[in-house]
Nanobody, 127 residues
Framework: QVQLVESGGGTVQAGGSLRLSCAAS????????MGWFRQAPGKEREIVAA????????YYADSVKGRFTISRDNAKNTVYLQMNSLKSEDTAVYYC????????????????????WGQGTQVTVSS
């Protein structure tokens, strides 16, 4: 069983930055594809970013491209989401997700493709 614990959410003014962290239990973190999703009130969950287990490739939603950066530290079993130039429309609950089986150069962008989810962390951007 894998557990994911997010941290780093909070309230920030528009234009500001936050860094989210997601710590995973388990001994084979480097084998997992990781993703960040978000869900705003009244909206469906959407992919924000994903990173392959080999660190070779990353994916970003068009809405965050150039502002957000996903990274991972396999030695710390942690994936990060650096969020810069935040906008009010980035306000949402952010979730990290883990997929157990994946090729080294493959990322996944649909929620149903992930096996485990964190509890979520609230990000609020005030204008």
């Amino acid at each position: 069983q894998v557990q994911l614990v997010e941290s780093g959410g909070g309230t920030v003014q528009a234009g500001g930055s936050l860094r989210l962290s997601c710590a995973a239990s388990g001994r084979t973190f480097s084998s997992y594809c990781m993703g960040w999703f978000r869900q705003a009130p009244g909206k469906e969950r959407e992919i924000v970013a994903a990173i392959t287990r080999s660190l070779a490739s990353t994916y970003y939603a068009d809405s965050v491209k150039g502002r957000f950066t996903i990274s991972r530290d396999n030695a710390k079993n942690t994936v990060y989401l650096q969020m810069n130039s935040l906008k009010s429309e980035d306000t949402a609950v952010y979730y990290c997700a883990l997929r157990e089986t994946s090729g080294p150069y493959i990322y996944y962008t649909r929620g149903r493709e992930y096996d485990y989810w964190g509890q979520g962390t609230q990000v609020t951007v005030s204008s």
